[in-house]
């Protein structure tokens, strides 16, 4: 018993589950569709794509990912200059973010292990 209780202080059980959900809107308010969302596993310098998804008819998103062990941390975005957000390449130049319902202009870091907010407002071209 007293290794189970050791193990789990060294953070071996911790659940690496995130999430990340919000909508993704234009200038006036109204949902975007389409709009491609990621959430990458960051080790050092080194990034990688651990889930995409789009946003659905009502602007919204939700990207659920078990982290793996070897990221200290996740960065969301909406990838410009890629063929797979040709519509957000074709209208948008850049975007606003709020991030738990607060503006920020530090996007676009997720807290492993919990439930984060994120909120894009697209700038048009």
Do not use: H
């Not at 063929?83 to 991030?99: I, Q, R, S, T």
């Amino acid at each position: 018993m007293i290794n189970l209780v050791s193990l789990s202080g060294c953070g071996v059980f911790t659940d690496r589950t995130t999430v990340v959900y919000g909508t993704i809107t234009d200038q006036n308010g109204e949902p975007v569709d389409s709009i491609l969302v990621s959430i990458d596993g960051v080790k050092g310098f080194m990034y990688e794509t651990l889930k995409e998804v789009y946003s659905g008819k009502d602007g919204s998103y939700e990207l659920v990912v078990e982290v793996p062990r070897k990221y200290g941390s996740v960065n969301v975005l909406v990838p410009f200059g890629s063929f797979d957000n040709p519509k957000y390449d074709m209208n948008y130049k850049d975007v606003n973010v709020k991030k738990n319902e607060i503006a920020t202009r530090n996007c676009c870091s997720a807290s492993i292990g919990n439930k984060t907010k994120y909120d894009f407002r697209l700038i048009p071209k």
